[in-house]
């Protein structure tokens, strides 16, 4: 006597579709989908209560493929209409593949209810952001910060995250040094929820990983993506367009926040490689760090050097205590600082930002004479910075003397 079948719980992530029969505990994964003339073909796995029936690539159109694989699958378990779950998978598989998105008028669309944010102000939701830096200036560990933050749901220096699983895809280290970061940072940063971000050690190049990574995103929930780094993840040749769009294309096909860490070269201002890697992102920040021979504190600087509908964030500076020895880290302490106070990145912050700095930090209002003889740049120049922050609403006007605004304070 079969069992009645029910109608399967459905998750997809680009092309990843898992079709799940609860009272059955079967599954069907179908991915690495392609249509030609002669049908939908997929590669199919069967299982059921997590183990192991049938895999192979089939068509999903072919009338003749239906009947066999369900007769077969008759023969590995018994009591179950296969028919009806061989009809039903791939059905509304190929229905979802090549349903894609729907079209839709914009311009009358409701406010968006969605945070545009999922940790403020680094990583836009639901789109592609960056972060890049010479080797070595601590950007996997200010990574690892930003994913304990969201998968914790903690606030830390002034970061503000949506709480969500966290995936980090890491291509150039090992999940025991990812573990003793993750541990380190949250002793030093006094976070004792028990949350933690989930790893997936990698080899191959992303573009052809997708399908695995797509399957954990939906299996998981996961809501933001670390791919650190981008070279590796898209593979370095000679051609470093070509890569690149593969990566970002297979990136592309994930619907949640994604952070990319990538390099950058000492040739160029931007990203490593191809120029649409960073045409691509909504967001980029790059990061520069110093540390000094045998010290355990690291100083940073993040400038905002991308911004898509967002707005520009001034620069964010950040110093790093590692506390441990030459064998093992035992916390990691990171402390948020002005940019202003780290002398070794003054030259990285244009005037405006710096006159900004000293008027927010007087405690009176200045004449632009002080202003020149403190900054050492020409009166000129502080002229014209003033008068467009006064434009902006961010500095105001007494007699002589200038001040910060209060709203800018």
């Not at 760090?289 to 905002?304: A, F, N, P, W």
Request: aromatic share 6%; proline share 4%.
């Amino acid at each position: 006597m079969s069992v009645t079948i029910g109608v399967p719980d459905i998750r997809s992530v680009g092309d990843t579709y898992l079709l799940t029969w609860q009272k059955l505990g079967i599954q069907a994964k179908l991915n690495r989908l392609v249509e030609k003339a002669e049908g939908v073909s997929a590669e199919l796995v069967i299982t059921k209560d997590g183990g192991h029936l049938y895999q192979a690539r089939v068509n999903l159109l072919s009338p003749t493929a239906k009947r066999t694989l369900s007769s077969e699958m008759q023969t590995r378990v018994n009591g179950v209409d296969w028919r009806v779950i061989i009809e039903q998978a791939f059905t509304k598989t190929v229905e979802l593949f090549r349903r894609g998105e729907p079209v839709v008028h914009v311009g009358d669309l409701p406010r968006r209810d969605a945070p545009k944010y999922r940790l403020k102000p680094f990583i836009l939701e639901g789109e592609m952001c960056a972060i890049y830096a010479y080797g070595g200036s601590g950007k996997s560990a200010l990574s690892d910060l930003m994913a304990v933050s969201v998968q914790c749901g903690v606030q830390v220096c002034g970061l503000v995250p949506i709480k969500g699983n966290v995936l980090i895809l890491d291509w150039e280290t090992s999940q025991w040094t990812v573990d003793e970061r993750v541990k380190a940072i949250k002793k030093g940063m006094n976070i004792t929820s028990p949350e933690l971000p989930y790893y997936r050690h990698c080899i191959h190049f992303l573009a052809n990983d997708i399908y695995e990574i797509q399957e954990e995103v939906a299996r998981k929930s996961i809501k933001l993506l670390i791919v650190d780094s981008a070279n590796m993840a898209s593979g370095v040749s000679q051609d470093f367009h070509g890569p690149a769009q593969a990566m970002l294309a297979a990136l592309r096909s994930l619907p949640i926040s994604i952070l990319i860490i990538d390099h950058k070269p000492s040739t160029a201002e931007k990203m490593f490689g191809s120029v649409i890697k960073f045409n691509t992102m909504r967001s980029a920040w790059e990061l520069k760090g110093v540390q000094t021979e045998g010290s355990t504190t690291l100083r940073m600087m993040l400038k905002h050097t991308k911004h898509n509908d967002t707005p520009k964030f001034r620069p964010i500076g950040f110093e790093i205590e590692f506390n441990g020895d030459e064998e093992h880290i035992e916390s990691i302490i990171f402390k948020r600082q002005e940019v202003a106070d780290m002398p070794e990145f003054s030259d990285d912050l244009a005037n405006a930002e710096r006159i900004l700095y000293m008027l927010r930090h007087a405690g009176a209002m200045l004449t632009i004479e002080e202003i020149v003889s403190e900054l050492d740049i020409t009166a000129n120049i502080v002229k014209q910075e003033l008068k467009r922050l006064k434009v902006n609403g961010q500095v105001v006007t007494q007699g002589n003397k200038w001040g910060v605004a209060f709203r800018d304070v």
